[in-house]
């Protein structure tokens, strides 16, 4: 930043210029130059023009520099704010002095404060009082807001005073009680539980009460939820004291019990886990939910937003969303905040259409330190906050061990919310009083900070101290108040302790629900009705000639057998709808479709309006949401599995561009979608989207991983298929809907295949049947005897070897054998299609991705269990490759050309005898 004062002998030339402009046209100024010359001829009533270098330039150049002073002090006064409780001294600024503006403190007293709009007094008392605003406990940021409402609304809340009432002696006292039992909780566990994790709260206690603060300001205004998501620093206080979990469970998690009476699940480590709670308020009942969160510090921020965004919804309006019934709280830590980038994907979603939530209130537990990293390692930035500079959004910056001013920050950070419905960020400066963990020597690596934090008095100590000199209590109340929260802690101890004493009833082995196979046919007339609605458009609207074409197909094709993808899923949706179901579809390219196969959004050519047939629909009964994401994958998928959580009766998908898009989001893949039953008992119906099919279009548009998806599947956590038909895919959809075990689906979707003739539905596979695992050769029934190599497959591959089938002529010793959905793996339907083929000689599997990829590492072992056990079981496919795909179409070709072949290939019979009996895998 340049040095040289806004008034000095370089410019006073060029500020007489200007006033003489002004003089001649006030409009031929700027509204900035208008106002401070105006402000300027008042000191002489309206003098005329000044000439540079006589008394009225003097005072010009005074007043000038006064009124930049005071801008100064707005924009740049939190660095003169001691926000630091180990005392480092505020960073400061030189645009804060006067002498930067080339004026001193005595030319203050000369200014009239009418030059800089006050009434009375001087420049020096509108300075002051200037810094008393902005320098003084709190330390604001928000000049970077392009909203100049939301500018002026933040300048008079703090010029007001409007947030910055005095506590009553009945708070202070009720904010003792809290920061003690904060800290006596921490001090508890710290001698019952020695060296134990538990990622204690010391440092930021104030945590605690600012939570308070939020909750008891929000049910004042109307909020009925309050969803919450942080990771695990100070999480163990926050389940005790705001959740209000019981703190003999806390205590018996410590001891290594388990809480959770379901012994199917494997739970997880206590300062992850999440809590649901109620408490009154106002004369109203709120809903708490603390979601759980893994060690990947901030992924749970965008899971704690969708499911904000799910309990938004107005129960009694399907497409209605009140952003004032819930209130989300996201706790950040100060290095995972700059460091981890799911924490600027979420900033992004704030304001969008489809993730929106009416604001999140945002604090940062600022330790100064991240592990054993200090923050000129962990960032580029001055604070850990200014990543949020980038989305607008206003910050303030508290010292810890000042309670008051953090409750003053709450204050202003909840009336901002309420006013604008927009995100606030405070920025809670403390520290971190033992190392990353308790069993950790943070001396080793931060020795000059620990030095401080061993004489530094806790923040129960600090406050206690205030109130004592403020007379607001005595030192033996302070000291009788901590012995009663120690003597509380100590007798619930007692009694876990007694209790686990007491023989325990013999465990009962329980077993969880079984996968269910509800109806999800579809009456053939319900299906043409919705048909038709979903090929009208308002009276005027004009569709692009292109998609009046294609579209206008699908009235036929429900006549002539020809459904394809699109059309079967918007009938799908159509269905659900009418069954009170909600759907909710994200997306980078959702609306149209990534390959323009489903067009659920349509627009009109002439006036850019747009169209979503499925929500006019008559009969619809819940809520249809179809939205294009932004370029995000790990916020987004983690917005979409947080809202399936909250939503139980919905149908929520998200849809990658390409499958192994969802690479980016493999953490929400690993800790949520595959696992947040067995560790959480969390439940998610979720719907992963995932094109997946070898075209020829190189290594990360041909494979969506379908191995990793397969290697997650166990206990039946989740669901993975790879449908070959558009009515696979219709029933797969209802099935997932009406499914009584609530588990993730991962879907390999078609590219090729979403238009592909033989690749299409009839009408009445839609009406009746349902969704089938496995899907036998059509073709080969009426010769079951004649067939001695069974072929099995999963997905476009199918139609390859078909295809070659129809040009070369029909192998009948082959057989092509579907394997629609891979986990759970279909045991019992496999082996049953196998028994039907007595003369079968060798089994094939056949996939398009090498070895190590694709589904044969998962499928192998399985398939040998189903088939029998003398029967060999060959692959066929690519060889093991470090890459998913070629990437020229060439060899493509070649490497697709000789797979089909191998496949189709009949070789001497092997083994003429297999056992009849199968194998449970």
């Known amino acids: 930043m340049s040095g040289v004062p806004i008034s000095s002998v370089f410019n006073d030339g060029y500020i007489a210029e200007v006033y003489e402009a002004y003089r001649r046209d006030p409009a ?68 804060l002095t006067p002498e930067y503006h080339g004026i001193t403190e005595a030319d203050l007293r000369d200014v009239p404060a009418t030059a800089l709009g006050e009434a009375e007094g001087t420049a020096a008392d509108v300075v002051a009082k200037r810094r008393a605003w902005y320098c003084g406990s709190l330390a604001y940021e928000f000049v970077h807001v392009s909203d100049e409402h939301e500018r002026l609304w933040i300048r008079q809340q703090i010029e007001r005073g409007t947030f910055t009432a005095p506590l009553t002696p009945e708070e202070k006292t009720a904010l003792l009680r809290r920061l003690t039992e904060v800290d006596g909780l921490e001090r508890f566990l710290g001698l019952a539980f020695v060296n134990a994790k538990r990622f204690s709260i010391e440092g930021v206690d104030a945590l605690v009460p600012m939570l308070d603060e939020a909750i008891a300001h929000g049910a004042q205004s109307g909020v009925r939820t309050v969803v919450l998501g942080m990771a695990h620093r100070g999480r163990l206080n926050v389940l005790r004291h705001v959740m209000g979990k019981p703190a003999g469970d806390l205590f018996a998690e410590f001891a290594g019990e388990r809480v959770s009476p379901d012994p199917n699940r494997s739970g997880d480590v206590k300062y992850h886990l999440g809590y649901r709670a109620e408490r009154t308020l106002a004369d109203r009942t709120l809903h708490l939910e603390l979601v759980p969160n893994p060690s990947h510090l901030e992924l749970v921020n965008p899971v704690m937003m969708g499911a904000a965004r799910a309990l938004e919804r107005d129960a009694g309006d399907p497409g209605a969303q009140d952003e004032g019934a819930v209130l989300p709280i996201c706790v950040h830590g100060d290095a995972a905040f700059p460091g981890e980038g799911v924490v600027a994907e979420t900033f992004n979603l704030a304001l969008l259409r489809g993730y929106r939530v009416g604001g999140t209130l945002h604090i940062i537990t600022n330790n100064q330190v991240g592990f054993t990293t200090d923050p000129t390692d962990a960032r580029s930035t001055h604070y850990a906050s200014d990543l949020a500079k980038g989305f607008e959004v206003p910050i303030v910056h508290a010292n810890a061990d000042d309670l008051e001013a953090c409750m003053f920050a709450v204050r202003l950070a909840m009336r901002y919310r309420e006013r604008f419905h927009k995100d606030f960020l405070i920025d809670l400066v403390g520290y971190r009083r033992h190392g990353h963990n308790e069993a950790d020597q943070p001396a ?118 020809a459904i394809d993808w699109g059309h079967a899923e918007a009938l799908a949706f159509a269905s659900l709808l009418a069954d009170g179901l909600g759907v909710r579809l994200t997306g980078q390219d959702a609306e149209r479709g990534t390959f323009s196969h489903r067009q659920a959004v349509v627009h009109d050519v002439t006036t850019g309006a747009t169209y979503v047939p499925l929500a006019h629909l008559r009969e619809r009964r819940a809520p249809f949401e179809i939205y294009n994401s932004p370029l995000s994958e790990l916020a987004v998928m983690g917005f979409e599995y947080g809202f399936s959580i909250a939503a139980p009766h919905d149908v929520v998908l998200w849809e990658a561009q390409y499958g192994d898009f969802a690479n980016v989001a493999q953490p929400i893949v690993d800790q949520f979608v595959s696992a947040g039953h067995s560790k959480w008992g969390q439940d998610s119906a979720l719907v992963l989207l995932l094109p997946h099919g070898y075209e020829g279009q190189g290594p990360e548009h041909s494979s969506a991983r379908l191995e990793r998806y397969l290697q997650l599947a166990a206990e039946e956590n989740l669901s993975v298929a790879y449908p070959s038909t558009p009515a696979q895919y219709f029933h797969l959809l209802r099935r997932q809907a009406k499914r009584a075990l609530r588990r993730p689906l991962v879907v390999m979707q078609p590219k090729s295949l979403l238009r592909l003739p033989a690749a299409q539905s009839h009408l009445d596979v839609l009406t009746a049947g349902r969704f089938q695992p496995v899907l036998d050769d059509p073709r080969a029934v009426a010769r079951r005897t004649e067939v001695r190599r069974l072929v099995f497959c999963a997905g476009k591959i199918y139609y390859d070897m078909l295809e070659a089938w129809t040009k070369g002529g029909e192998e009948p010793g082959v057989a092509l054998i579907r394997v629609e959905e891979l986990a759970p793996w279909p045991h019992e339907a496999i082996a049953a299609i196998v028994d039907a083929y007595p003369n079968v000689e060798d089994v094939v599997w056949a996939q398009e991705e090498p070895r190590n990829m694709g589904a044969w590492t998962y499928v192998s072992p399985r398939l040998r269990a189903s088939t029998g056990t003398q029967l060999p079981v060959r692959y066929v496919g690519r060889p093991e490759r470090a890459s998913p795909a070629e990437g020229y179409p060439s060899v493509h070709a070649r490497e697709q050309a000789r797979i089909v072949s191998d496949a189709l290939t009949l070789t001497p019979a092997v083994s003429p005898r297999r056992k009849a009996v199968k194998v449970s895998p």
Do not use: C
């Open 28 to 95: 031929s100024v700027d509204e900035s130059w208008r106002q401070f010359f105006r402000f300027a001829e008042s000191l002489g009533g309206a003098a005329p023009a000044p000439v540079a270098g006589g008394h009225d330039a003097e005072q010009l150049r005074k007043a000038a520099g006064a009124g930049a002073l005071v801008a100064a002090i707005r924009r740049y006064g939190h660095y003169a704010v001691p926000i630091d409780p180990l005392g480092t001294p505020p960073h400061g600024a030189a645009e």
């Open 444 to 561: 080793f690596t931060q020795p000059r900070m620990y030095d401080l934090i061993k004489t530094h008095p806790t923040a129960r100590e600090v406050w206690g101290a205030r109130l004592v000199r403020e007379r607001v209590v005595t030192e033996d109340e302070v000291k009788a108040l901590d012995r009663a929260v120690a003597d509380g802690f100590a007798e619930t101890f007692r009694e876990v302790k007694a209790k686990r004493e007491e023989p325990e009833a013999a465990a009962v082995e329980a077993h969880g629900p079984r996968w269910d196979h509800p109806e999800t046919a579809v009456d053939a007339r319900r299906l043409a009705a919705y048909n038709e609605e979903l090929l009208s458009w308002p009276a005027g609207f004009t569709l692009h000639p292109t998609l009046q074409r294609t579209l206008a197909r699908r009235r036929e094709g429900l006549e002539t057998g």
